[in-house]
């Protein structure tokens, strides 16, 4: 028969079962005391019964009686540690807490009812030894890293004690997973944890002292120093910055959200530099993210001493490394300010106008200008820096302010301290190269923009160059590209490479969408900008719009075309081609046009059979059949017969050719409300330009 012990058991199992469903029964029926005087009298008979335990619990929380419930949970955890019950409950409520406390939810994004919320109140009633305890175990159990580490960080903000132990040792496993799987940062929930939430954790921990030796949970004694704090500083602003670059390039209309990421960073320089002690930096009152670039630069000068003439300064180790990740931080930070309103604007404008599918962006070029016999002796009289330069920024319905300006002034200075000296030279060397910055769209466009502002045109085109390959390789839309040969077009202009940066301004040419039938109307004032007489170099930012990209480009050709045309007298083609450029700025290029008159007089003949093809402005078709009726100048202007040759028409001579020239002009006059830009695009797509050879 059954030994008499184990009759006893199974007796008291019977008893507590049947206790158990006696309260249940009560509860099933609302009777909340009669189940409450059960479960008490259970609880007394069996205080080792994990069931009575647990059913007493869950009376609690039925009743939400939280504090109950929490002494309950307690005893529960401290007595059944393996209970599966009780794990699966535990599993539910560090879920909910892990969420409540800002970590990304382990079990989705579900929206929380009123039992998580009880679940939260509950933990937190919890005894703190029992909280961690509960937290170190469901780490411990975790089978996913990712879980593992969100507990893990919760563990360590409830108890910043922990900050040695948990907090170094989270910091350890995050930073070393690896980052193949998620090629953009952005999406990496590792680096995400450790620079959002652990690095602030343990950067403002008291437990945590420069110089001073710390026990690891293995039980090493480590000591931490100056330059631990600037890897983490490192690993802060190599994600801020890829964050934010890529939320400009996929996410454009949430750059808030990138703008907090350098305001978090210059919270974590903050907490370093307590840390490590940078008093200076910590009384400065001129480096704050929220001030404007300006001051924040003068800021950074007056901490460091730095001669931005002489490109020196002297200051203590500690200030040095202080101010190094200022500017760092700052360089980048304005950097991308000013990439990010002239790649992507937030301000208005007219989308029909822009060559980019969104709003249009903007590229810095130099304009030149011929100088005067005046200005060239004022220039004689005063030694200029050939590195002045004047911004011209067109304000309007797009919002281009002179913050764009003070952003990437501030930017250059950055770069500029930053390569004062060898060791800066080679730490910001490091860094970008370890972040992979060189590769970076936005940032190559502001290398370009910069080596244009200080006049290295040769610099630029290397850098362009580069983007412009793989923009190829990577298939990028022909809007994104615009940019890039539009320098092209200025620096080969500026370089001397005529031939160059005509073939780049067709190309871009050939980039504008169809304007349709638009009317011909006078430039709009930014086509033709005015010399700042007091400025060594003339800089401009030119809208990405048809209105601004094509007067550029084609006086970028009429300047190449009028050297050939005035000085060649045997390239009539290019006198031709040049007539017809001068139609789209019409008034404007008379002064030119009666240049044009004059070396047609000059040389006695004009041979341009396109003539009809292209010229319909009726000032330029009067002035032609004027010349028409001069003694002894010989015009080809009809295009070539069914003989294979053109018309020649000579005062006296070919009659029947005259006055087929004559009708031609009359047929020319009815076409002088055209529009002009389609004639141009024809042109440039079924024309070759006639250029110098070099």
Partial sequence: GTPPAASCAMAREGDCEWVVERCKACLTSSNRHGAKAWILTARSLFPDNFAVQYEAFSLHLCCEELKEAAKALADLCSKFPREPQLRSYISGLVAEVVRSRGVQDLAGTAERNKEDELKKALFDLLPGETQKSILQRAADESSDTLQRCRILLVTLGLFPDTATTIG????????????????????????????????????????????????????????????????????????????????????????????????QLHQLLMLTAEKCGWREILLAKQIGPHLPAKIRWLGLEKISGYNSHLQTFEAPRNVAIACFYIAVFLFFEMAWEYCSEMLYPTGGGERSASLTATKPSWVLIEERFAKSQTDEKSAKRRKVDEHQAFLNIHTGSRGLDQRLVECFLAAIDCWDFLQ?????????????????????????????????????HSLAVQILQHEWQRFKEEHKSKPE?????????????????????????????GLIPDPGTKKQASPSPSQSPTPNPNAARQLRLLSCTMDEVLPYCIRVIIRALKDVAFSDPKNERALGQLVVLLQYSWPREEAMFASVITTIQKRRKFNFPEFFKYIITVDILEEMLFLANCESLQLTLLPQGNSGKSRTVTRGVNRGHKEELVAAMERQLARWEEPIEPLLRDFFKQETLSLPKT
């Fill in 168 to 263: 170094l040792d989270l910091y350890d496993v995050l930073g070393q997973q690896p980052t193949g799987e998620y090629p953009v940062v952005a999406d990496n929930p590792y680096r995400e944890l450790l620079v959002n939430e652990v690095i602030p954790l343990l950067s403002g921990s008291r437990e945590i002292c420069i110089e001073h030796p710390i026990t690891r949970t293995s039980g090493q004694s480590v000591v931490l120093k100056t330059s631990h704090l600037c890897q983490w500083l490192e690993s802060s602003a190599s994600y801020y910055t890829a964050v934010t670059a890529q939320g400009l390039l996929h996410n454009r209309a949430h750059r808030s959200a990138g703008r907090r990421g350098w305001e």
């Fill in 420 to 456: 004062s000296n060898s060791t800066y030279r080679g730490e910001f060397s490091r860094l970008c190269q370890q972040w992979g910055a060189f590769e970076w769209a936005w940032l190559s466009s502001f290398r370009a923009d910069m080596a244009v502002y200080k006049g290295d």
């Fill in 481 to 509: 590209s615009l940019r890039f040969i539009l320098q092209m077009v200025n620096c080969s202009s500026l370089l001397g490479d005529v031939k160059s940066s005509c073939q780049f301004a067709s190309d871009v040419i």
